[in-house]
Structure formats: structure tokens, C-alpha cells
């Protein structure tokens, strides 16, 4: 057992190698000020870097202390011919070089190295799993009378997804600025997940996932991705190494299905994020049972969100699927949102289609309005295809709507259009309310028109 620290200071000039008995303390990523904070293996190369760099300019500065001013200027041919202190700092810089390049090794190829959560106020206990996760997660949780956090990271799926603490000055930050932290202890539940394949930064390797254990049993799972650094309030953390990623699926999935109490729902909820954001293509057919007519409702909701926000092609065909034969509107009108959020092309054609078929009205004027935000020249016709053919008025008027959250020069003529010239009289009071909510001077020569005649 020891305690966590996230930045140790460095002498100047010098790489300070880590005693091997401490793994979690990864991979050091150096800064001009000589702070030296660890982080996963996805910086290695820019921390072997560094040590060479620094150890150069400490065997520099050494140089210029002790060689006379005289003779700083000539050529010296051999070891041999340096002063003795120089000779010992250039021994002592090599053994430096040759612990960070061991080092790096070590980092590169151990998992217990490669593995580690990024932590402050924790006790962390480092396990290699040896046998089953299962068979040690449940070892551990039976034997944990007081609290304390189990934890292990797998790769994550392909894309800039990050899961972190943000305060309102960090968000306000360019994306290199950042830093998040997260509490896992107190009141502190919250995290931001953002997915931004704009991002500059480097994507994230691993994702965290962490059980809190009391009185024997698990209250609840948290997941991060492993830029995030985390503060275990002074808690035991029992890292497990050597997790694959098939039996962390399994033992999350245990954890799907609480709907009943609201700690139930959230592990159930956690469990199914967890296991969308994991890098195997095992998450997809399980994720696929989870939205099976049998499951309840809130189960099939969260899990088509996760569906289409990271499992791409695999996750649309699921959500396809799931739009069409789903017998909740519920579900189905939160399919929509996921097949909004979908990055495959063919989405915008689900959504159309449902718009147009779907047995309720509230669901397609859900995807008319889903639509509106897509905007683009398929959604502007299928959103007034809706005004003229929907048999709903209500419907009807939730596609004047989405006309309204168009772009102007796509909206704003198409409500004129129907201002003029649907025959439903509620639909036109509808398009001239949104008109006047636009302040465009096309809407104000309308107005104009219509009030001179």
C-alpha cells in the first residue's frame, strides 16, 4: 500500500530515475520548470526525449562549473583528458539515460506499467489478474468490509472520446489548456463526456473503469478515460492489471438490468456506457441484447444512445433495426435522437423515413424537429412534405417548427411558402408566429405585403 503523488519535482538538467517498486507511477511527461507528472504510456516517446535532452544539459552546465574558463574553448580528444568531476557526471549521466530507457520498456511492455489510472489522494494496491477477473473482482468485493475503489483500464473504442470533470474556467480553455479532475468521493457524481474528432490533443488510449465497494458489495461503477485525472479522496484503490477486455464486458453486464432504485439505475446505466466505449467488436452483439423488447424500457433507451454516439456502422444497423420494430415510442423517439447524433450517412435517411411512417405522431414530429438540426437539402424537403401530406395538424405544426431551426435562407422561404398558401389555417398562424420570431427582412417585407393589401 502506498500513497499517490501526480508531480514529483526534478533537479534541473537531470531525469530523475523512479524507484521499480512504485508502477503506477507510469511515464513522465517533462516541463520547462522541471515538474516531471506521469501519465500513460502514449507519452513515452516524448519522455525519453526529454531525459536525453535534460541529461545533455546537465552534463553541459557540470562542464562549464568545473573546466577552467581557459580551457572551455579547446577540442578534447578523449574521456580521458577531462577533469574528473566531469567524467563522473558524464558516468552519472549515462546510468540516468539507461534507467529512463529501462524504464520506458518496462512501461511499454508490462501491463502493470501500462495500466494505471492517473490518481492523487489515493492508497493504491497494484494486482495482476492472473486467473479470471471475475474470480478476483468477487475476491476482492467480498473481503471489502470498509469503502474503497476497484479499478482497471482497457482500450477504448476509435475516436476522440473524453470522459472527465470540467469546472466552467477549464471549458472555457483551449482543448491543450484542459486539465480535468474528477472527485470519486462526496457529491461529486458529475462528468462531461465530449466527443470531438476536431480536437487537436492526441485521443485517449484507455478507458478507467472503477467500482466503489462497501460493506461487501458494489454501490456504484464510474468510467473516465485516462486523461482524466481522478482524486480518491484518501480511499484504497485496488488497480487491477491485466484485464481482457471480453471479461470486463461480462462482469459489466452483470450490472445491467437495475431499474428499480435509483443507485440500481445509475450502476445499470454506467455499465452500459462502460461497455459501449469498450475497443472490441464483442460489445456489439451484447450491446444488441440489451435492446431486445424483453428489456425495460430505460435499459433499451440508454443503450441506443451509446448505439449511435460510438459504435458507428454496427451501432446504425442495431438502431435501424430497433426504429422499426421497438413497440415503445419511447424508445423509438430516443432511436431518433441516437440516429441524430450517428455519423453514418445513411442516418439522416432513417430519420426521414421514420418522419414520414412511424404510427405516432409524437415520435414523427420528434423526428421532423431532429431533422430541422441536421438541416441540408434532404431534411428541408422532407420537413415540408410533412406540412403538406402529414394527416396530423400537430404534426403539421412541429414541421413549421422545424422549419423555424433551419438556416434562414433555407427556412425563412419555405415558412413565406406556407405562410401564403397551406390551407390549414392553424399551420399558417404557426408559420407567420415563426416568421416574426426571425427578424429577417425577408419576414418583414412579408408582413409588409400582407398588411398594405
Not at 415558412?415 to 416574426?436: P, T
Amino acid at each position: 500500500m502506498r500513497s499517490d503523488t501526480s508531480t514529483i519535482r526534478l533537479p534541473q538538467g537531470f531525469p530523475q530515475p523512479v524507484a521499480l517498486h512504485q508502477p503506477y507511477l507510469l511515464m513522465p511527461s517533462f516541463s520547462p520548470s522541471g515538474s516531471c507528472v506521469f501519465s500513460e504510456v502514449g507519452t513515452a516517446r516524448c519522455a525519453v526525449r526529454a531525459a536525453f535532452s535534460g541529461a545533455l544539459t546537465g552534463l553541459g552546465r557540470l562542464t562549464e562549473q568545473r573546466v577552467p574558463p581557459a580551457a572551455r574553448g579547446r577540442r578534447r580528444r578523449s574521456a580521458a583528458s577531462l577533469p574528473i568531476d566531469v567524467r563522473k557526471a558524464a558516468r552519472l549521466v549515462t546510468e540516468s539515460l539507461r534507467m529512463t530507457a529501462c524504464w520506458f520498456v518496462l512501461a511499454t511492455l508490462c501491463p502493470a506499467f501500462a495500466q494505471e489510472a492517473r490518481m492523487v489522494n489515493a492508497k493504491i494496491q497494484t494486482r495482476v489478474v492472473a486467473s479470471s477477473l471475475q474470480k478476483e473482482f468477487q475476491s476482492l468485493v467480498k473481503d471489502q468490509a470498509e469503502p474503497a475503489w476497484i479499478g482497471y483500464s482497457v482500450p477504448v473504442v476509435a475516436g476522440n472520446h473524453r470522459i472527465c470533470c470540467y469546472s466552467s474556467e477549464d471549458r472555457q480553455k483551449p482543448a491543450a489548456l484542459r486539465h480535468g479532475r474528477c472527485k470519486l468521493e462526496g457529491r461529486d457524481e458529475g462528468m462531461n463526456f465530449r466527443n470531438n474528432d476536431d480536437e487537436e490533443r492526441e485521443s485517449p488510449d484507455q478507458i478507467l473503469v472503477l467500482f466503489r465497494v462497501a460493506d461487501k458489495s458494489v454501490g456504484k461503477i464510474r468510467v473516465f478515460t485516462d486523461d482524466c485525472e481522478l482524486d480518491a479522496g484518501g480511499l484504497p484503490v485496488h488497480w487491477l492489471t491485466n484485464v481482457k477486455p471480453k471479461e470486463s464486458m461480462d462482469l459489466l453486464a452483470s450490472f445491467v438490468g437495475g431499474t428499480g432504485e435509483k443507485a440500481e439505475r445509475r450502476k445499470s446505466e454506467a455499465a452500459i456506457t462502460a461497455i459501449a466505449l469498450h475497443a472490441d467488436s464483442a460489445a456489439d452483439p451484447m450491446l444488441e441484447k440489451f435492446v431486445d423488447p424483453k428489456r425495460p424500457e430505460e435499459i433499451r433507451k440508454n443503450t441506443a444512445f451509446w448505439l449511435g454516439n460510438v459504435r458507428g456502422r454496427t451501432g446504425y444497423e442495431i438502431l435501424r433495426r430497433m426504429v422499426r420494430d421497438d413497440p415503445s415510442d419511447k424508445v423509438r423517439e430516443q432511436c431518433i435522437f441516437a440516429l441524430h447524433i450517428s455519423k453514418v450517412p445513411e442516418a439522416v435517411n432513417t430519420i426521414i423515413e421514420l418522419a414520414r411512417t412511424d404510427k405516432n405522431a409524437h415520435v414523427r414530429g420528434q423526428g421532423l424537429f431532429w431533422l430541422s438540426q441536421k438541416a441540408g437539402q434532404k431534411a428541408a424537403t422532407a420537413i415540408a412534405d410533412a406540412i403538406e401530406s402529414d394527416p396530423e395538424t400537430d404534426v403539421k405544426k412541429k414541421a413549421v417548427f422545424a422549419l423555424s431551426q433551419l438556416p434562414k435562407d433555407e427556412g425563412v422561404p419555405k415558412l413565406i411558402a406556407v405562410a401564403r398558401k397551406n390551407r390549414n389555417k392553424e399551420v399558417r398562424k404557426d408559420a407567420m408566429f415563426w416568421l416574426g420570431q426571425s427578424n429577417d427582412p425577408r419576414a418583414i417585407a412579408f408582413f409588409e405585403e400582407v398588411l398594405t393589401k
